[in-house]
């Protein structure tokens, strides 16, 4: 394995999980109205995943010898709660990539490769959630798509 290049993009896993961890937190804060209820618990609880990947992902960096990154990506914003979902079923899906290619990169080092598939897993599963919770958000506000979500998709 190219550790350097193992690093660099472990890096660019944790920036991307320091921006789940901003953008799940503000779509918490800003969630309202009747969506409140079911969504505020769940937006926090993703910001609160994102923090422990990117825990368990800057502890590896360090191990490797690099040094965790403090960057983040541009947070999307939205007050509008299916944009909000849209935004983090695109953020979700970035984050399957991320760790595929990730994968990759550490295939010939069997312990990072289990770490990761452990976390891919858990970020297949974020999008398989936001998947069923997008469609069910359109079937109750007889919403379209938004051209974001036919993006991604
Ligand atoms: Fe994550």
Known sequence: ?????????????????WTGVAQYSQQGFLVRGLWREPYAKMFFESA??????????????VALGGVPTLERNTVK???DVREML???LEFERTAVEHYRE??????????????LEDLI????EGVDELEKLVREHQAATG??????QEKVG
Do not use: W, Y
Not at 121 to 124: C, D, H, M, R, T
């Open 77 to 79: 914003q939205s007050t």
């Open 48 to 61: 609160e995943e994102c923090f422990r990947h990117a825990r368990t992902i800057g502890e590896k960096i």
């Open 121 to 124: 897993l858990e970020e297949q």
């Open 143 to 148: 919403a379209q798509p938004s051209q974001a």
């Open 86 to 88: 849209e935004h983090a």
């Open 1 to 17: 394995m190219d550790k350097q290049k193992a690093i660099d993009k472990l890096n660019e896993i944790l920036k991307h999980e």
């Open 102 to 115: 990730a994968l990759d990169i550490c295939a010939d080092d069997r312990p990072l490769v289990v770490l």
